[in-house]
């Protein structure tokens, strides 16, 4: 079965920061990953989806990696700023069951 | 705008009562699900449907359940059976039942105990 870890569970940066947030996985037969961003009392919204043939996705200030052989996709958000704030989620596919895995999240705080 | 609609935002439940809770897509997506969140956790599936009138349990199916009696549409009923039912709870849906589609959320229902 599929486990999804994000560490660190929070993440406290000064406005400007370069940052990585990391999300490893177990069951790297996957076809795709997902990042996703929640705000507080809200729901979630899809950042970036990267396919198993890519290795990066970009969208603006963010990047996406996947490397499946080492079980881990990280999220990289440039020049942060504090309406970065938010927890992000990451989601892998699991296996035949078809279904998203999510992990727990890493808080985010960006400091002005 | 095309979106996913979840209501009502906050919704009370007394002991041995059901509730439903609402959730429309108007973005012609065949597959939706519903998700229960607990503080500090991550996503928990409790069923999806892929097709109108199909659905499969999730992860933790037991105390809920749902119908898909329309496309647009996939509400979730509480049980009784639900012995600890306060979460978060969120719709979500995708364009086809694939995994190779990103899910679009809707703004959740917090659900809480009276």
């Known amino acids: 079965k599929q486990e999804v870890t994000q560490i660190p569970a929070a993440l406290s940066v000064p406005e400007g920061e370069n940052l990585v947030l990391n999300c490893s996985f177990t069951d790297s037969a996957i076809y795709n990953l997902q990042w996703f961003r929640q705000d507080p009392g809200k729901g979630l919204t899809s950042l970036l989806l990267i396919q198993s043939s890519q290795r990066e996705q970009t969208s603006g200030r963010l990047n996406a990696s996947l490397d499946k052989s080492s079980g881990r996709s990280t999220l990289y958000i440039a020049a942060s700023q504090p309406g970065d704030s938010a927890t992000y989620l990451c989601a892998a596919p699991s296996g035949s069951a078809r279904q998203l895995t999510f992990g727990s999240g890493t808080q985010l705080t960006v400091l002005p | 705008d095309g979106g996913i609609t979840q209501s009502p935002k906050y919704l009370f439940r007394k002991e041995g009562q059901n509730v439903t809770l609402s959730c429309e897509q108007n973005?012609?997506?065949?597959?939706m699900y519903w998700y229960r969140q607990d503080p500090g956790q991550g996503l928990r599936l409790i069923y999806y449907s892929q097709i109108v009138n199909d659905f499969q349990k999730g992860d933790i199916a037991e105390g809920y359940s749902v119908s898909r009696e329309k496309k647009e549409s996939f509400p979730l009923t509480v049980t009784s059976a639900q012995k600890n039912p306060t979460a978060f709870y969120l719709c979500a849906s995708s364009r086809v039942q694939g995994l190779d589609q990103p899910q679009h959320f809707g703004d959740g229902t917090r659900l809480s105990i009276l």
């Open positions: 973005l012609n997506h065949d597959a």
